[in-house]
Structures are given as C-alpha cells and as structure tokens.
C-alpha cells in the first residue's frame, strides 16, 4: 500500500509539472481569450500577413499577453488561468497592440506598463488595472515597433518607419534619437546602457554598439558571426557579459532561426535553432539565466489551436 501511494504521489507530481509546461489562451472575443485577424473571419481582406498576439511578458510566476487585435491586456499564472485583463481603449478596431513594456517598482513588482498603440503611433501608459496614467504622442513617430523601459523610468522606443530608437523620460518628454536598423535592441543595467546593432556597409561587419544614456557611445564590438540575414538582438545581460541575438541563416528562412549567445568580446559562446511563431513581433522573453519563454503560435490556422507560450531552453 505504502508503495502505491509513494507512486501516486510521483503520479501527482509530474502531471503537476507538465501542467505548467505551458501557458495556453484560446482564440476568440470573450473574457481571456484572444483575438485574431485572417482569412477566415476576415475573407476578401488583403493583409501581408494574419495577426493575433504580437507580444508577452514574463512577470514572476505571472505571464502577460498582448491582445493586440481586441486591444486588451491579459496577465495569467502558469497554469494559464487569467488573473486580470483590461480593455486598452474603448474602441478595439481603432487600436493595435505592437508590443507592450512593464514598469516596476523599487521592489521588483510591475506597477504600470507602457504599451504601443500601433494604428495611432503612440504610446499609452497604463496602471496594472488599465487605468490610463499618461501618453507619448511624438509627432515625429512613424511607425512604433518595440518598447522597453529601464530601471530610472525611461523609455526606450524603436520605430521601423523612422528607422531610430526615440527616448523619452519618465514624464514622455523626448530627449534623444539614435539610428535604428530593425534590429532589435536592449537595455541593461542601473544606468539603462542601450545595446543595438550596427552593419558596417564598407567593411560588412556586424557591430554591437553599446551606448551610455547620454547618447554618448561606451564601445562597439565585431560580432563573430557566418553569413546570415536580418540579426535581431533580444537582450543583453551585464552579469553574464552576454547577449542574445537571433538571426536567419545566409542559406534562407526555412522555418528556423538561429538563436546564439554571444560574448561582449564579440565571440560566440553557444548556437542552436528556434522555430517562431507565426506571426509575432515580441516572441522571446527571460527573467534568469534558466527562465526562458517562447511563444507558439499561427494565426493563420485560428481559431483552431490556441496561442502559447512555452518554456525555452537556450543553447
């Protein structure tokens, strides 16, 4: 008896960690769902590519998930039960979700996000009930892509259309520009030193260009890299004196990419594959060193299926 019911416990145990193995939201309009936009419930429509969540956040045991076609915020455990959503704005087919950054306080603990409204080029600024606390509504903002915030309240926004990284302080008053390849970009440390990648046209190098807040240029670094195509930076971690960085193959995308942790000397430390969903624009995110998530998904198939973010084991 004893031994079944050491087994029975072993039993628990396990389904209990592979019932965390993954958080899953279902497609659709109601409470906890999530919106999507393809073919099927949009027939006729001539759209490059169809769209459901385009970004998640890792929150503690808690995980964050953009609605970007409803223009809600989901925040859900680990066992993919929704804690809290809120609407964005009043009208959801006059908003688009891009990607979305969490504030925190001195404690660790998420206070507010900042979230970019892609169809009106701005930035809302919202507490974790969606309280509206304040917007950035740069005219010199074109097309708002990514957003990340530091540890002294600033903001960090990469624009495709204008092809720069725009920061602004704590209060959304703009202070400096800096060139922006599509390329992805991070921010570290107390002193948000902004990491980004540089492709030197003459010598064909790849660059990581670290920056001071100030604007002003800490070091640059030839990456040690084969020949390949659209390199992404995800993140940079100080402690590690590593970044991560994804990219397609010269050869040609053929589903994968490659995901690489590369030193601050510029060398490769370890290089394996990631399949990414279809399609997403945030869809990588860590808290730690073993504490990766990736999201899983194809809009194109919705709403059969459902979206997913799953635990990612870096090379």
Known sequence: MRSIRICFALLLCVCSVSAYAQV???YGEGPGKAGYFNSKNHPGEEEPYPVGPLAFRLDGEHIWVADSIGARMLKLDRGSKLVAE?????????CLIEDFALVKDDAGATKSLWIIDGINKKLLHLDTAGKQLGEIAEASLVQPFRVETGRTGHIFVADKGAQEIFLF???GKLLTKTNWEWSGFAVAGEADTLFRLFFEQESKKLMLVVQKITGEI??????????????????ADEAASECVITYTPAVGFAGKFVVARIGFDGKVKASGELKPPYVMNRFIDRQ???????????????PQGSFKVEPFTLP
């Open 288 to 302: 730690g060193e073993n504490d990766v998530w990736l999201g899983v998904a194809n809009y194109d198939e919705a």
């Open 218 to 235: 800490a070091g640059e670094v030839e990456l040690d890299l084969p020949e390949h195509m659209n390199p992404e930076l995800w993140w």
């Open 169 to 171: 302080d704590a209060t």
């Open 24 to 26: 899953s939201v279902e």
């Open 86 to 94: 809120f609407s964005v704005v009043a009208s959801p087919a006059e």
